[in-house]
């Protein structure tokens, strides 16, 4: 995960009110590393629920699925298998593991199953949020990687990144915040105590991140905008990923959700010519 994706995500949760700020493939990495927290309840937590039981990526828009992803949970597992053909057989699997709070302590993810290619993990502060987040790719070590977070007043502030595991801190990104939203990060690499990036933050009246600058050079010139709109209950409906900030979307998603808010189509234009490319559809009918 780079250091750009990462603070996308804080900011998302920020937006959200959620202080977790780990993430791995599907709902996210965490891992207790043997704390208290690693009890594991008989039954499953109702936070965990809802997923999608399949999710259908149709890639040519014939009304038929190319790719089928499948989730399915015994107690703490979630298990997503990955048919990319659509032909009854996996080709990449992810079982995540999680703790009673609902959060992923384990992710580990097979290409082709039983294959390990990547295993990620967290460690947890006893107030729940995410101490650490790491990747350890069996592929090879300069692949590795772990952010360390740190906290004030409940508030995720600094994070710390080395890659590989165990080598010197290499980046330190500061976060800043106006009332309970963040907005803006700066990111220095090397410690060298210069701002290399910065991505700031735009919200509406209700608290909702609608815009997302990235600034590379942390020269007061933005280089990409992602910007977002949301419908009366806060669920993202759209979305436009410009990456060289002219105004000019690259990217364009269009998201639908259920009566209770789940997600269900998400349609992508992935040139911005104003026709959609992807259509991902969502069911749950196995809860």
Request: net charge negative; with cysteine; hydrophobic share 25%.
């Amino acid at each position: 995960m780079t250091s750009r994706c990462l603070l996308l995500v804080l900011a998302l949760a920020a937006a959200c009110g959620d202080d977790d700020g780990g993430g791995g493939p599907g709902d996210g990495g965490a891992s207790d590393g043997g704390q208290a927290d690693a009890a594991v309840p008989d039954a499953a937590p109702a936070n965990l629920y809802p997923y999608a039981c399949t999710l259908d990526i149709d890639s040519d828009l014939d009304g038929e699925p190319d790719e089928r992803w499948t989730t399915s949970q015994e107690g703490m597992v979630r298990t997503i298998e990955v048919d990319t053909g659509v032909d009854g057989s996996i080709e990449m699997s992810f079982e995540q593991h999680y703790n009673r709070n609902g959060k992923v302590a384990d992710n580990y993810q097979y290409s082709p199953p039983p294959t390990l290619i990547r295993h990620d993990v967290s460690t947890f502060n006893p107030d729940g949020t995410t101490a650490t987040y790491s990747s350890d790719i069996p592929i090879g070590e300069p692949f590795e990687f772990r952010f360390n977070y740190f906290y004030a007043a409940g508030r995720l502030v600094r994070t710390e990144r080395d890659q590989p595991i165990g080598a010197p801190i290499e980046e330190e990104d500061q976060l800043y915040y106006t009332g309970d939203l963040l907005d803006h990060t700066d990111g220095d690499i090397g410690l060298d105590e210069v701002i290399d990036w910065r991505t700031s933050n735009t919200y509406d009246g209700d608290g909702h991140l609608i815009r997302f600058d990235y600034d590379g050079g942390a020269d007061d010139v933005v280089d990409e905008v992602t910007s977002y709109q949301v419908d009366a209950d806060g669920n993202r409906v759209h979305e436009e990923y410009d990456n060289n900030a002219d105004g000019d979307p690259e990217r364009i998603s269009d998201y639908t959700y259920d009566a209770d808010g789940n997600p269900l189509v998400s349609e992508y234009d992935n040139d911005g010519d104003g026709e959609v490319d992807q259509r991902q559809t969502r069911s749950y009918d196995c809860l």
